[in-house]
């Protein structure tokens, strides 16, 4: 019998009552891995009827205590590194040294959230007025809710639910129904810390689900990593139920080379960024903007591409895996032609793409363009895959202009040896997460991750402080308080505090 996904209700894995089930397939092998089931609505009512509930009791336990679970959890995470990387490498297809990476820096956030803390110390000034003080303190909000994407399953819904809970609140995740297995293990880790039941919950489904729970009287506010598309219905839908909302969506980034940088570090640096995870990563670099006289080392960054070769997760020469799904696959292999079509150069073609023992994987090859031009859909588009755009430019200006009338702003790169150059670029250029020499800026988790324009929807950012502030509300006190009769007999009729 296939493995049925379960749910995670009230502290129990359960098997849903749902008769609507999708298969989850290894995109390397199309092997059916397990089904997962759209939950039913009951479901889902139960999911955050148990979180409502658990939150009356969660939001005041020490807070002390609640970073102590997330150092118990992070210790687990840990031990189980490896098992997990394996695991996703088979929920995703990813090689096993890149699945293990998602696994670490989902774990980053993880001790970050054991910081807790300090993150949820208010302010206070004594004696604002006579005998006046006023206190600030950070509360949780109650039940939040988590919509997390199929490229990073580990690591997005590490950026979510452990900081939220760490913050005093309760937990609905509903992870990516193509990659439900590595999350399951999150949660069983997550058991083994000692949750307390009803902290987390976990249901499985589509838009269906996911309309519930933003539309659900008793939620408060909901985080999301994907699609543009789907970010904009995410953020519609739940602002129009007075929810608190973040969407993380789609990108273009844009990596600027400069002549004077090191040559071998740009090409290595652009090889890793644009094809490392077939490009399923929202913070790819997929156009290499060349400034003057680098775009002579186009050529040879061709022959980089060409030695990467995709290949099954446990392959230790692959480079990267395949693409998500069939669906996934046919989408880039038609940009790809729509490039060719539309005028650009296809110096190096990966559609045809085979790797040996494994003829049924989503597989595309390292693919670069040259004559890119913005009109170019190629250029325009988030191709998600393993493609490069290379677009030349005279000068720095330029580059800066090119990369900021891009509607997105999630992350971008330069590369130079000047500092003059690198003040310039990150002073002026109009993207969120800024990498100087660095080809994918993630930022580390006590900073914030802090995409920009049509990257982003909402208000408060991901992880970091931004996140300790969006799974919060600020509640500020003023009293005042005498040991001895001092005050006027006299009623103070105006708002001044005196």
Same mark, same amino acid.
């Given at each position: ?8 209700l009230? +502290? ?80 995703? !297809? ?20 054991a ?19 006023t ?10 809710? +988590? ?23 309760t937990?609905v ?9 590595t ?9 083994? &810390? ?5 902290? =987390? ?7 269906e ?11 408060r ?8 598309? =789907? ?19 789609? &990108? ?6 400069m ?15 644009? =094809?490392?995870a ?8 997929s ?54 079509e ?19 994987g ?27 755009c ?6 720095l200006?330029?580059?800066? &202009? ?8 999630? +992350? ?22 800024? +990498? ?14 802090? !995409?920009?324009?049509?990257?982003f ?35 103070n ?6």
């Amino acid at each position: 019998m296939t493995h049925q996904v379960p749910l995670f209700l009230n +502290g129990e894995f359960v098997q849903s009552a749902s008769t609507q089930k999708l298969p989850v397939l290894n995109p390397a092998t199309q092997q059916l891995l397990a089904e997962v089931p759209m939950a039913t609505p009951a479901e889902v009512e139960q999911a955050v009827a148990g979180a409502k509930e658990a939150f009356k009791t969660w939001r005041n336990v020490p807070v002390p205590e609640r970073a102590r679970l997330m150092m118990r959890y992070q210790a687990l995470l840990k031990e189980h590194h490896d098992e997990l990387g394996e695991l996703l490498s088979q929920d995703t !297809g990813k090689t096993f040294e890149d699945a293990k990476g998602d696994v670490w820096r989902g774990i980053e956030v993880v001790e970050q959230a054991a910081n807790i803390p300090s993150g949820m110390m208010g302010e206070t000034v004594e004696n604002v007025a006579n005998s006046v003080d006023t206190n600030s303190y950070v509360q949780p909000l109650g039940v939040c809710v +988590g919509i997390t994407p199929f490229n990073f399953p580990a690591m997005i819904p590490l950026w979510m639910f452990p900081l939220s809970i760490a913050c005093g609140n309760t937990f609905v995740l509903k992870p990516s129904e193509q990659v439900p297995l590595t999350p399951v293990r999150l949660i069983e880790l997550l058991v083994e &810390a000692g949750v307390p039941k009803g902290v =987390v919950q976990m249901v499985h489904g589509g838009k269906e689900q996911v309309d519930a729970l933003l539309k659900h009287p008793d939620t408060r506010a909901a985080s999301f990593v994907g699609s543009t598309p =789907v970010g904009r219905h995410i953020y519609e839908t739940g602002t129009a139920s007075m929810k608190r909302v973040q969407c993380m969506t789609g &990108a273009k980034n844009h990596s600027v080379i400069m002549p004077d940088a090191s040559k071998e570090q740009v090409l290595n640096n652009l090889v890793g960024s644009s =094809v490392g995870a077939a490009g399923q990563r929202c913070m790819a670099i997929s156009v290499a903007v060349f400034v003057g006289e680098s775009k002579q080392w186009v050529d040879e960054l061709k022959d980089r591409l060409a030695e990467v070769r995709p290949g099954a997760w446990n392959d230790p020469e692959a480079g990267y895996g395949p693409l998500i799904n069939k669906a996934a696959k046919e989408r880039v292999l038609g940009f790809i032609q729509a490039g060719k079509e539309e005028g650009a150069t296809c110096l190096l073609d990966g559609s045809d793409a085979v790797v040996e023992g494994h003829p049924d994987g989503n597989w595309v090859g390292p693919t670069l363009f040259t004559d890119v031009n913005e009109e170019m859909s190629i250029y325009r588009e988030e191709i998600f895959g393993p493609v490069l755009c290379c677009v030349t430019v005279d000068t720095l200006e330029e580059a800066i &202009a090119l990369v900021n009338r891009n509607p997105y702003g999630n +992350g971008t790169s330069m590369f130079t040896q000047s500092g003059g150059a690198a003040r310039k670029f990150q002073h002026e250029i109009e993207v969120g997460n800024v +990498g100087i020499n660095v080809p994918i800026p993630v930022p580390l988790p006590f900073f914030s991750f802090t !995409g920009w324009k049509g990257s982003f929807m909402g208000d408060l950012h991901a992880y970091g402080k931004q996140a300790v502030r969006f799974y919060t509300e600020t509640k500020t006190v003023t009293s005042r308080w005498t040991y001895q009769e001092t005050e006027s007999k006299q009623m103070n009729l105006t708002i001044n505090l005196k």
